[in-house]
């Protein structure tokens, strides 16, 4: 069964930091992009960043720049999501998705996806 599990979230403060990892099951991660989206109720599912299958990252949200940053581990067939410096509108859950093999912005060119994984930012 080809599967994406996301884990990691959780609740923080304003200005603390989650890293956010997403694992695949039942297939290899080397030759797909990797993307994080989050969304919000009521909202659509936003890009935040995403990693092609060589390691280039691409931002396509604009507020999280110099905060988050994405990495690839493709030997433990692992993404990550390293958050920083959260704020209150960072909240949301959390999904990676997996297309091969570079990144878009636009989430139905994703082939899998995982369950998400509830951020909050709070004080």
């Known amino acids: 069964q080809l599967q994406l599990v996301e884990s990691g979230g959780g609740l923080v403060q304003p200005g603390g930091s989650l890293r956010l990892s997403c694992a695949a099951s039942?297939?290899?991660?080397?030759?797909?992009?990797i993307g994080w989206f989050r969304q919000v109720p009521g909202k659509e599912r936003e890009g935040v960043l995403c990693i092609d299958y060589n390691g280039e990252s691409r931002n396509y949200e604009y507020s999280v720049k110099g905060r988050f940053a994405i990495s690839r581990d493709n030997a433990k067939n692992t993404v990550w999501l390293q958050m920083n410096n959260l704020k209150v509108e960072d909240a949301g859950v959390y999904y990676c998705?997996?297309?091969?093999?570079?990144?878009?912005?636009?989430?139905?060119?994703?082939?899998?996806w995982g369950q998400g994984t509830q951020v909050n930012v709070s004080s």
């Open positions: 039942g297939f290899r991660l080397d030759y797909y992009a």
């Open positions: 998705a997996a297309r091969a093999p570079s990144c878009t912005v636009i989430s139905g060119l994703y082939d899998y």
